[in-house]
Nanobody, 114 residues
C-alpha cells in the first residue's frame, strides 16, 4: 500500500491550495484519513482528519480556512486550504488507516510567502 500526496507549492498569503492524497495497492477498506504538517524545528501536528463516515476534526489554527474531504471510490483524501498564512508553511503529510494499519504519504511542501 502506498499513499501519494500532491498539490503543494508556493503561494502568497491569502491564497489557496488543494492537496490530494491517493492510496494505492491491495486495499480492502480505509478507515480514517488525515493530514498532518511539520514546520522546521517543530513537531508534526494534526491538521485535519476524516472518518470513513465523513466525520471531521480540525486543528483550532485551521478551522474555518481548511476543509478535508474524501472520495472513497478513489481511495483519495483532499485538503482544501484557503486564506493561507505564512505560519501554514510546512511539509504536509497524509495518513491513512488501511486494513487496520497506518500508512503515511511522502509529504508535500507548502510555502506561504510574498
Amino acid at each position: 500500500v502506498q499513499l501519494q500526496a500532491s498539490g503543494g507549492g508556493l503561494v502568497q498569503p491569502g491564497g489557496s491550495l488543494r492537496l490530494s492524497c491517493a492510496a494505492s495497492g491491495s486495499i480492502f477498506s480505509i478507515d480514517g484519513m488525515g493530514w498532518y504538517r511539520q514546520a522546521p524545528g517543530k513537531q508534526r501536528e494534526l491538521v485535519a482528519q476524516i472518518t470513513s463516515a465523513g466525520s471531521t476534526t480540525y486543528a483550532d489554527s485551521v478551522k474555518g480556512r481548511f476543509a478535508i474531504s474524501r472520495a472513497n471510490a478513489k481511495n483519495t483524501v483532499y485538503l482544501q486550504m484557503i486564506s493561507l498564512k505564512p505560519e501554514d508553511t510546512a511539509v504536509y503529510y497524509c495518513r491513512g488507516s488501511v486494513d487496520g494499519y497506518d500508512y503515511w504519504g511522502q509529504g508535500t511542501q507548502v510555502t506561504v510567502s510574498s
